[in-house]
């Protein structure tokens, strides 16, 4: 059997191969043709191809000497001051290897850089800006001190749209030889809410059961109910039906092995798009908050949830 | 390697004084100070220029040290700053002559960024080192109110940097394109200058990336202004009474939960002008406090997507009589306050420690027995003052009763 991983696997290696984002992309690519990269932030959701962009841009830049000019330092592993004294310097200040104009240094989750550590950042960004460009990855741009950012431009990476992440689903079913129907890409999209790493994690895992992939496959292997059973479930307490509801909530919590807290969530999420009066709305948002935080300070799932059930029926 | 392949704002670095734009009375009182050093030392042997990135700090003293024909030394955050490493380094630098006799600036650039843990003593020393400097020492330093630049400030001029008119960065703007044989239509500069808030270098290199990565599309600029970006989201945000709306605008706002709370706490009531609605509108700002506080206390971080819910949702939903208007928001002050609540604290302890001292009492007693009493003595009779300090060994008294006297 593979063992691969998908998400490596698959990973786009150049960036003409990135779905979405094109309006980043063109300019990345236009960049790269120039042979002119400036320092650059990268800012947006996970799995929203930023790692995999800064790769593929250094690949198609360095090509053979993709190895020996590119580095990628995790900040959230080793956020210190130190760490830029040290490692991030050093790297910078090496000329880069083969014809390559200058090496590349990704900074991964540089918002969890400490601030400390940001400042040491600064200078070392233009002393060697000659031999090193650095690309800042990160989830809120806002998290960056405002000095590193007036030396970076600024990239926003969106959420990916369902159709972007539809085509890659069936193109990377295909090659894998995976029978992966509509309802299915619907469960896996319903799931991953944009991320397409955690798309491809969750058709990768549904897949190796063997079976053909389905919305049951999918929804049973990431431990979720079917939205469509937590929609009825909710819409039977709110006509006071209870009986029914319970009896749905029994049975994704015992036959299904959906847990609480994931009910919750999954709860939380079709109130949020539902069509009840908005301050009828906050108020069962705040008791479905106080439920999520009663059961992770180790209350009683099921009795949580029947109440939060109960008063949706008020 | 080639000077073509620098990103911009490198290439283009002022070389000399007449390429530097704005600023221009406090380049000439910092050009006039660095020249008095030929004639003698001046009283005051360093200098502080405080202001925001990109204004021309670090550029104004690599052009002056070209033009004044001096050797320029830097030391920035990038080395490590602790007390040992500034009183061999940089003490040297500073307490040595040159070889060929030429006076030479001591850079220290960023001190607001000296690291607490890892530049343990570092202003001590740097103070030192101005005490014993037979060169002029130039400080740079975004933040104002770092408490790290409290003690430097006391020894040194302070200069101030202010941002950049849009004119002068529009100057520049214009001469690069220019050099690089690109036509770009003014517009666009022009909102390249508007965006970068007085950024100069911020605005170089947004230039660079439209010049080499292709026009960008309407209003497609992306902004680095964080407060521009909050004041932005915040107006979308109550422009909708509507709950999927709100959450939308606040997910795609690139804006964090923390200053997102404090914004929101300190502009709400410019929306929320019925009693019935700040209170539901602030209910729901606190529901989002109270659910942080619990993600905090746990690290329980799944909780943080209701923070978002009562933090959009919630705040949007509360308008409902109102008319949605637009309305300048101001920058939270809470910060500003707890920072200026805490030293006047400390000014406080300090006298009430000598008090305690003296008169043989616990702090705390101290401040509730005899702190009162004499304030209550100088307020009948002013003149006692000089005696108390006297007696208590401080400088000026902060005994003015900040209780009553407001």
Known sequence: MDVDLWTEKYRPQTLNDIIGQEPVVDRLVRFVKAKAVPHCLFAGPPGTSKTTAVMAMARDLFGDSFDSNFMELNA?????????????KNFARAMPAGDAPFRILALDEADHLTS??????????????????????CNYSSRIIPPIQSRCVI?????????????????????????????????????????????????????????????????????????????????????????????????????????????????????????????????????TAEAEFRISEGADGEIQLTALLAFMGL | ?????????????????????????????????????????PKKKAILLIGPPGVGKTASIGALSHDLDMELVEFNASDKRNKGSIETTVWIAATQQTLDGRLRIIMLDEVDGLSGTSDRGGVGAILNVIAESVHPIVMTANNPS?????????????????????????????????????????????????????????????????????FPLEGELPSRDIKRNVKEALSRLFMTTDSVAARRVVSEADVDHESLLLWLEQN???????????????????????????????????????????LSAGVATSRQESPFRHVDYTEPNWPLMVWQGNRKREKKTQILTKLAKFTGVSVRRGARTHQDTIERILEREPKLKGAFTSWLGIKSVAFDRSRSAR
Request: one cysteine or more; aromatic letters at 6%.
């Open chain 2, 1 to 41: 390697m080639s000077r073509e392949s620098l990103p911009w704002p490198e290439r283009y670095r002022p070389r000399s004084l007449e390429q530097l734009v704005g600023n221009t009375d406090t380049i000439r009182t910092l050009r006039e100070w660095i020249s008095s050093w030929r004639r003698e030392i």
């Open chain 2, 268 to 310: 709400v009531h410019l929306h929320l002008r019925s009693t019935k609605e700040l209170e539901m509108g602030f209910e729901a700002l606190s529901l989002g406090d109270l659910t942080l506080g619990r993600i905090m206390r746990k690290q329980n971080w799944k909780l943080l997507s209701y923070v978002y819910d009562f």
């Open chain 2, 146 to 214: 770092s408490p790290r630049l409290k003690d430097l400030r006391k020894n040194s001029l302070v200069l101030v940097f202010e941002p950049l008119e849009p004119s002068n960065v529009m100057g520049v703007l214009k001469r690069i394109a220019d050099s690089q044989d690109a036509l770009v239509k003014d517009k666009i500069l022009e909102e390249i200058a508007e965006r970068s808030a007085g950024d100069l270098r911020a605005a170089i290199s947004d230039l660079e990336a439209i010049l080499r990565g292709g």
């Open chain 1, 155 to 287: 990239f926003k990476f969106a959420r990916l749209s369902d159709e972007a992440m539809l085509g890659r689903l069936k193109y990377i079913a295909k090659a894998e030889g995976v029978q992966l129907g509509t309802k299915g890409i619907d469960a896996i999209l319903y799931l991953s809410k944009g991320d397409m790493r955690a798309a491809i994690n969750l058709l990768q895992a549904s897949a190796s059961t063997g079976e053909k992939v389905t919305d049951d496959v999918i929804y049973a292997i990431s431990g979720r109910a079917d939205p469509e059973r937590i929609r009825s479930m909710l819409s039977a307490s709110r006509e006071k039906r209870y009986h029914e509801a319970l009896d749905i909530l029994k049975d994704l919590t015992y036959h299904q092995g959906v847990s609480p807290v994931d009910l919750v969530q999954q709860i939380h999420r079709e109130v949020l798009s539902s069509e009840l009066p908005e301050q009828r709305k906050m108020n069962v948002l705040e008791r």
């Open chain 1, 76 to 88: 959230s592993d080793e956020r210190g001051i130190d760490v830029v004294r040290n490692q991030i």
């Open chain 1, 116 to 137: 400390d550590a940001q400042h040491a950042l600064r200078r070392t960004m233009e002393s060697y800006a000659a031999s090193c460009r650095m690309i800042l990855l």
